[in-house]
């Protein structure tokens, strides 16, 4: 498993969900297994699978990614932190 940054600049559509910076978790077959999507006040307002506006479907659920072609990894351990405390966690600073 990997966890990538996505932001506006990888996809154009991001802040037209409310999310300005979403980490996906990737399998080793490229699928994205789990996201947690930050708003503007860097928030967690995103958690897929679970609950939310996005929450049954996820932004990336139907994507795929070639992981060797990927940057901006984020630690395994900070995705957890993360997904754990839910919703209203911040990004630190």
Partial sequence: MRVI?????LYRGLSD???????AEIN?????????????QRRVAHLYPGVGSLG???VLDLAKFELR??????APEMFERAWSAG??????D
């Avoid at 940054?5 to 600049?9: L, R, V």
């Fill in 5 to 9: 940054t996505i932001d506006n600049s």
């Fill in 17 to 23: 969900d409310g999310i300005f910076l979403l980490w």
């Fill in 28 to 40: 080793d077959e490229g699928n994205v297994t789990r996201e947690i999507g930050f708003d503007l």
């Fill in 56 to 58: 049954d479907y996820g």
């Fill in 69 to 74: 072609d990927q940057k901006g990894e984020i």
């Fill in 87 to 92: 919703f209203g966690w911040k990004l630190p």
